[in-house]
């Protein structure tokens, strides 16, 4: 058997023979460039003086690598994000050193990669043309292009999700026996997203409605089930025992939930003056010791958030449909956040754009982002089916994503990950039309060639 390395030329020569190939290194080379030139002119910097998640991601990654553990600002356990990510940026700065450009360039390289893997996805779910003009919309999306130079999960997340969905089908909806390590494995990287963004867990729930569907018995569908829950579980229990032992309390992944669940659920939670209404806790336990007083003001939080839900489901109703306004309305959320610096002396707030330059980005991205989403609607009204499950998979994961959020605090950054099947659905509807329209010229070109004397 040859060895691997000796066939990487023969293969890089029948992906250079493939236009398609050479085409997609064209998109991922465009991606990467629009993002690396986009890092140079806005580069935000976690330790500027903002106070917002790239500050605790820095500061936790540099602890991590120094061996100081998980800590808070305050020096305690910590629970109240999850750890993927700042795993992630200590691995890179035991390495590297604390290099900020470093963990810039890891974001649009993945940001170029999900161009290469939605192209994937569009080319089994439609088409090779649907999954190409996918990956171009993506590559020159203006808010992907803006999280890149954002210390934040939103940067990496569309990446992520994107090879999950692409190992789903290629490993279980494309094969009838899929093999156990394959099905283990897949649990293993959903395990390790979870720790990343405790939302996938969407998609564990996504992908076992369409394995029963696709699956008549129960016994085969409860086997496959179990390997991907356990392999789920055997990433993740790690993290738990390490908070049932610093934390003294059972956190799966993240302590967090409390206080988003009561930011939620509130009267008009989306006036700026109750966007942290666990602050009222964190005063009535000054006094308790960390981390007990993070359990206690979380727990609290999720009573109250709970209590308010159970009493007051009219107004819930109605604020369902304004969160849902709130994750989809605009997509010139990264600005917010690149623009987040400290307030100054005079009582302005630092910038990094100039609000001028901001008010044109922000135009830019709206523009770009309503069409691509009326356009991804109308893909879905016209091709969606139960019965194919490959579009059946994209659909349920982002019904599941907005639901999940919208028990919580929902706002336009946690739409992000979902860009990419957007981007895809939209794609379908152009090259049909497209496809139409080259049709029917070909057919008045047919009729008038058949009418000539």
Known sequence: MPFPALRLPALLRKLWADPWSRWLLFIFLLAFALRLAWIAYADPDPGDGRMDDSLFYDFAAQMLAAGKGYIHFTGHPTAQWPPGYPLLLAAIYKLFGHSIILVKLLNAFAGATACILIYAIGAKVFSRSVG??????????????????????EALSPALFAVLILLVLNWTIERENPSPLRLFLLGVLLGAAALMRAEIAVLLLAVLLVWKLMIPSWREFARRAALLVMGMVLVITPWTIRNAISMHAFIPISSGAGHTLLAGHQKDPYNPQHFFPEVKYQREYADLPFPEQEIKVEREAMREGLEFMVSNPRYEFVLLFE???????????????????????????????????????????????????????????????????????????????????????????????????????????????????????????????????
């Open 132 to 153: 190409f003009l996918a990956a171009v919309i993506l590559a020159v999306f203006p808010s992907q292009i803006y999280y890149s130079t954002l210390m934040m999960t």
């Open 323 to 453: 969160k849902l306004y709130h994750l989809y309305r605009s997509d010139s959320d990264a600005l917010k956040w690149i623009n987040i610096g400290p307030v100054m002396p005079s009582g302005e707030r630092r910038v990094t754009i100039p609000h001028s330059a901001t008010e044109k980005w922000s135009l830019l991205a709206d523009g770009y982002y309503y069409p691509v989403m009326a356009t991804a609607a109308l893909g879905v009204l016209l091709w969606f089916s139960v019965r194919d499950k490959k579009r059946l998979l994209l659909v349920l994961f982002v019904v599941g994503w907005t639901l999940i959020h919208l028990a919580f605090i929902p706002d336009g950054r946690y739409h992000t990950s979902l860009i990419p099947i957007f981007c895809l659905w939209a794609a379908a509807t152009l090259v049909f039309v497209w496809e139409r329209m080259i049709g029917r010229s070909a057919g008045r070109r047919g009729l008038t060639e058949d009418e000539d004397p």
